[in-house]
């Protein structure tokens, strides 16, 4: 069965609107957990904007289920990371000037930063490192190639696809990807726009995928029915469970 990781940063994007202590992402995570999420997510950006280190830290500390920090290959946040030890860190690119992750990482241009990075991971007790790619066979041989043991596969353009045709051709180029990261080896997990609605033709399409990271979408239902049923809606839309 697919896991769902919950990514919790935007609880923190709303805390901090207001400069304020709340509501927490650790709070909120805990919450997530309760209703049956497998793990949390978080992205800790170089310039903070949403998740803190004081966040990181109580994560680490608190979270009962699996923990992915996702972060860029800058220096600080690598060693962060390598000092919480999460059970799996998802390497991802970043730009100041983005709302939100734009894609993923261009693994051939950036192998040489990349294959520096992650063996510092494993040795620091990560587990499974990963990185966030475009369904491409080359970027996702290349992310093999980097020692990665994990990519996860960016459903963006499937979930902002602007008609059917387009959508189950995104879902196609997804299966591609699924298929040549499952022959390289590599555990594919997915993620990013990915919601209540778009997940049935995702899941029907897209083969090997052990893991799935969804944020917006569940914390955008939490503020109109609760985190709690947002949750047990979205394990009901990734198992097949009724809520
Ligand atoms: N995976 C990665 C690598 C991301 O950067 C994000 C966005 O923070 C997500 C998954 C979750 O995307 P969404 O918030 O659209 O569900």
Redesign the pocket.
Known sequence: MTNLLI?V?HVGTLRNAREETFPDPVHAAARCEQAGADGI?F?LREDRRHITERDVRLLAETVTGKLDF?LSTDEEVVSVCCDVGPDLA?L?PERREEV??EGGLDVTANRSRLSAVIPRLYDAGVDQVSL?VDPVPEQIEAAADTGANCV?LHTGDFAEAETEAARREEAERLATGARAAHEAGVRVHA????DYGNFRLFDATVPHVAEV?????VMARAILVGMDQAVRDMCATVKGQRA
């Open positions: 990514n940063d997510v992205h996702e998802t991802v939100t992750t966030f996860e993620g990013h726009g990915l990271s969804i944020g917006f979408a």
